[in-house]
């Protein structure tokens, strides 16, 4: 799997979108991005992945660069339960490496 | 709507003991995942399996066995527990991916929290 770098936190006021970025520069051409992520007390939950276009469904969107060396995942209106941990992950296969992943804060 | 549950969310063992960590998913996956947790380090992988009685190797193997008799189980057992096995330990399930295909959502388990004193 391409290693990934996430910011270690952010903080986002509710109801405003939230965009978490992620760098994965040594993204191989058939690695797809994979987005979890993880409430306190949870196990992981599923959001979103992408292979090079952008996607969206009821949860997020992604945004995946042209030369896919970054992406972007997107909540577009924050609440207080979006407060999570959000793993950024590249990988090919069914085996996923979680990283440290970005603890993501959602104030009132 | 997916299940994965597992056999306890606590559990304290002493050092030496065998511990068995029981996963059951109700979805009909191929794919079954254990993975542990701690502070800092994130989920690491520790075994994987595609089908009944096959395992893979994940990131930190090592002190811990699986066994997957069917398909719905798959088992995680610490041969001889050490303290440094304290730990959340998470169980994954999801379909098998096509080969160069993406691989499927993965389902968690609530996690159970072992302590090894």
């Known amino acids: 799997d391409a290693k990934t770098t996430q910011p270690t936190s952010m903080d986002c006021a509710e109801g405003r979108a939230a965009n978490l970025p992620c760098n994965h520069s040594t993204i191989s051409g058939n690695e797809y991005v994979y987005w979890y992520r993880q409430i306190h007390s949870q196990g992981p939950q599923y959001i979103i992945h992408g292979l090079k276009n952008n996607e969206t469904n009821e949860m997020a969107s992604l945004i995946i660069t042209e030369d896919r060396k970054s992406s972007t995942l997107i909540l577009p209106h924050a609440t207080l339960r979006d407060t999570a941990v959000y793993y950024c992950?590249?990988?090919?296969?069914?085996?996923?490496?979680f990283g440290g992943g970005t603890r993501l804060m959602v104030k009132p | 709507d997916v299940k994965v549950t597992q056999s306890s969310r606590y559990l304290v063992k002493r050092t030496g003991e065998k511990v068995f960590l029981e996963c059951v998913q109700d979805m009909d996956h191929e794919n079954m995942f254990w993975y542990r947790q701690d502070p800092g380090l994130g989920l690491r992988l520790i075994y994987f399996s595609y089908d009944v009685k096959m395992k893979e190797k994940g990131d930190i193997p090592e002190g811990y066995s699986v066994s997957r008799e069917k398909k719905e189980r798959f088992s995680l057992i610490l041969e001889s527990a050490s303290t440094n096995q304290t730990s959340m330990y998470l169980c994954?399930?999801?379909?098998?991916?096509?080969?160069?295909?993406?691989?499927?959502?993965?389902?968690f388990g609530p996690g159970t929290r072992l302590t090894v004193t």
């Open positions: 992950i590249a990988s090919l296969g069914n085996m996923l490496t």
């Open positions: 994954a399930s999801s379909f098998l991916g096509r080969f160069g295909g993406p691989s499927y959502e993965q389902y």
